[in-house]
């Protein structure tokens, strides 16, 4: 059984940062962890990938530069600070987990991943 618990959602205004957090238990070897967001009406959107033993890491262009995804996988705790925050980056954020695949490949599709968490409020105000 794998469980993912995401926390550090919270209300921020425009400019300001957030960090999140995602712990995963269970069976944690993965081969790819990722952070996922959904907003009101929309369909849930890629924001960033980082293979769990190599380390690589992917972004969302409209999060590049400002988000930054890191992991300990000796504590099975994934990150995912958010600075620079727009009232646009408001939504539900989902941290998921794949265990097949490579952590040099990117999987944007949310179909992709295994395992899901259930989801921290971000709220950016203008």
């Known amino acids: 059984q794998v469980q993912l618990v995401e926390s550090g959602g919270g209300l921020v205004q425009a400019g300001g940062s957030l960090r999140l957090s995602c712990a995963a238990s269970?069976?944690?070897?993965?081969?790819?962890m990722a952070w996922f967001r959904q907003a009101p009406g929309k369909a849930r959107e890629f924001v960033a990938q980082?293979?769990?033993?190599?380390?690589?890491?992917y972004y969302a262009d409209s999060v590049k530069g400002r988000f930054t995804i890191s992991g300990d996988n000796a504590k099975d705790i994934m990150y995912l600070q958010m600075n620079s925050l727009k009232p646009e980056d408001t939504a539900v954020y989902y941290c998921a987990a794949k265990w097949s695949g490579r952590g040099s490949r990117t999987y944007y599709n949310s179909g992709e991943y295994d395992y899901w968490g259930q989801g921290t409020q971000v709220t950016v105000s203008s």
């Open positions: 980082i293979g769990w033993s190599g380390g690589n890491t």
């Open positions: 269970g069976r944690t070897s993965f081969t790819v």
